[in-house]
């Protein structure tokens, strides 16, 4: 698997985007998006992702050339329009409306809420715009199609990944904001695909997924092009119950406060809608007691005794556990350093893709296979 370096790999998908008829800032968006992820170790929401922006542009379903546009105003509560253009740059205003309202000092909490925002990508990223600037951020995500996960004691594709995502500053105590954004199945949708694109087979892992007989599907192909079985909720066959709570929940909080359709309800398009909250973390505490806090918990976790015996977790690359954030700060710093590691398939899709549209071979050529 070769490596790309970050700057070349977001000027690639930023010139490729622009070629969906999405103009120049919002292609650099949402190419600024898609590397971020990548760059954090969330392939599952990277550049492989382009391919599917075309064809969603060519369908309908997104409006490259589209803006958002603000419905309602309430000072504290505000309700965005995406009208279908590319989301990543939707939400991005968004929070950047919301950051700019509570660092006025009017208001030590926004809430936002965006509909048809097609798909904006790792929320994650906008957590840590609002923890740039000193903010908190929570965020409540559904999807109103594209249903690949299970609820509990079922198989059946029912619901979105559905993401919770939380953030809060570092300040000077950590070298990495604390971040939180997690599918409320077992893992995002995107690892799957990431297997598969990877031409991995028999691949996934057992907990991941249940087909009717209770038996894990193993096979990226058969998950993906058969649609054999679904991805489980968070907590598959011991808590599923748990993580079906949470989709809900997530699902109903993105649709109440943005005024739009839960999954049963039609809608042909894919989109995201959401609610986020950016707040003010020290409106009733200290900056110095902020970061004590944050200190007392990396200390605390430092100190546990960890077990080779005892796994963390299939999904994730650590043996421990760490203050949320401190596991894509360590890739990022890897990744910036040794390049973006992406599977050669990948890459011959995105060169043949960024051809087809008549790109400068020069900004192709650093992603092309060698």
């Not at 790999?9 to 969906?20: G, I, M, N, S, Y």
């Not at 292609?27 to 075309?54: K, M, N, W």
């Not at 997104?62 to 105003?73: F, G, I, K, Q, S």
Request: glycine share 10%.
């Amino acid at each position: 698997m070769g490596r790309i370096d970050s700057d070349a790999l977001e000027r690639f998908a930023a010139a490729v985007l622009a070629e969906t008829g999405a103009d120049e800032g919002v292609a650099e968006t949402v190419a600024a998006s898609l590397v971020a992820a990548d760059l954090r170790g969330h392939p599952s929401h990277g550049v492989q992702l382009i391919p599917d922006y075309f064809g969603w542009a060519f369908e309908g379903h997104l409006e490259p050339a589209a803006r958002h546009e603000v419905v309602a105003d309430r000072g504290g509560a505000v309700h965005v329009d995406g009208n279908h253009a590319f989301g990543h740059a939707v939400a991005r205003a968004a929070t950047d409306l919301a950051i700019d309202r509570v660092r006025e000092g009017d208001h030590p909490s926004v809430t936002v809420g965006l509909r048809k925002a097609t798909h904006i990508g790792r929320v994650g990223w906008f957590a840590e715009q609002a923890a740039a600037a000193g903010l908190g951020f929570v965020g409540f995500t559904n999807m109103t199609s594209g249903n690949p996960v299970a609820p509990a004691g079922s198989a059946e594709r029912k619901f979105g990944t559905n993401p919770l995502t939380f953030g809060l500053p570092g300040f000077d105590a950590l070298d990495h904001p604390v971040v939180m954004d997690m599918a409320t199945s077992q893992v995002a949708y995107g690892k799957v695909n990431v297997r598969q694109m990877a031409g991995e087979s028999d691949s996934i892992d057992p907990e991941w997924t249940v087909d009717e007989a209770g038996e894990p599907v193993l096979d990226p192909d058969e998950f993906n092009e058969e649609e054999r079985g679904a991805l489980a909720p968070l907590g598959g066959q011991t808590a599923g119950y748990k993580g079906t709570g949470l989709m809900l929940v997530a699902e109903l909080f993105a649709a109440t406060w943005s005024d739009s359709p839960v999954t049963p309800q039609p809608d042909s398009r894919y989109e995201n809608a959401a609610a986020f909250t950016v707040f003010d973390p020290l409106a009733f505490t200290t900056r110095e007691a902020h970061e004590a806090r944050l200190l007392a918990l990396e200390e605390y976790l430092d100190e546990t005794e960890y077990s080779d015996a005892i796994s963390a977790g299939t999904g994730t690359r650590v043996d421990r556990a760490y203050l949320p954030g401190r596991m894509e700060h360590d890739v990022k710093a890897e990744y910036e350093r040794e390049g973006i590691p992406v599977p050669e398939r990948i890459r011959e899709q995105l060169a043949d893709l960024a051809r087809e549209h008549g790109v400068d071979e020069n900004i192709v050529a650093p992603v092309a296979p060698e």
